[in-house]
């Protein structure tokens, strides 16, 4: 992945982190959108590389916003969730922009 569009993206999801407050649960999709304008300017990306990267900036920007109403134990679970379905989403778009 180029430089520069590893620094969009942890720069883009800072941003989005930052504005989004605390409703994670409905930040994910809007995140993975996010994400997939920034890859498709790209080309050659590798995708479990991508998905990776892409775990690593919900880890270090999106999980540590809080859960409104989920008590701290359960919000471990809940962001292990979220995460996964981050990446899974990632992954399948990923997948589908190679097919075409």
Known sequence: MSPD???ELESKVAA???ASGA???SVVGNLAKLILEILEKS????AEKMVS???EL???YIAPLDLPGIPDA????VDKVLKSTLESIIRKALSDLRAV
């Open 16 to 18: 989005f982190a930052a």
């Open 23 to 25: 409703d994670k649960g």
């Open 5 to 7: 569009v590893k620094y």
């Open 53 to 55: 990267f892409c775990g």
């Open 74 to 77: 359960m919000e471990v679970m």
């Open 58 to 60: 919900y880890d270090k």
């Open 43 to 46: 080309a050659g990306i590798d």
